[in-house]
């Protein structure tokens, strides 16, 4: 006679095959290595501040330009940096912001390395980064307006513009102010994620 019995299946336990508690608290734990992402910003930043200061100290000019009133007569003039004190600012400020970014670059790698002092470096950084973010954006917008003055000129003041004469004076002020434009940007996405991340200490 045929036996009647059949093997019992275990059923596994849906306590089982559910993820762990801990497993879960440890993946949503596991952040972005915001640390990194810090570094390669700032050198990134280093490598704009440095590129627009060099543009802009190269960007000297010489042309013929007519005398007024006697418009035979050409004499040469010399179109560059120094002669306006929008663009010295322009290439102080952002002299100090990449020497800023270099000591802030070898304390973001400290932090990698050895993350015991991470609080007081995040906020150091997140005051700091908003003070150069008002640096690089007021000497922007002083070279930027000295930058249309010589594109667009003002007639109502009998301002002439100059970038009909001098072009390469004014490409290369472009690009500068480009570059510079992109270090704000940058500055402003640092303090971003110094504020978060010390945030983040904190709470945890």
Known sequence: MASTDKTAVPLSSPKSEATPPSAVAAAAKSPVNYSFV????????FAATLTSVV????????ELVPVPGFPLVRIQLQAKFNHSPALVYFIAALSVTGFYSIITTLASLSIVLNPTYSKTFLLFFAFFDVIFVGIVASATGAAGAVGYIGLKGNTHVGWTKICNVYDKFCRYTASSLALSLFAAILLVLLSMISTFTLYKKIRD
């Open 38 to 45: 810090d570094v390669v910003l700032r050198v990134l930043l």
């Open 55 to 62: 543009v802009m100290a190269t960007s000297k000019e010489t």
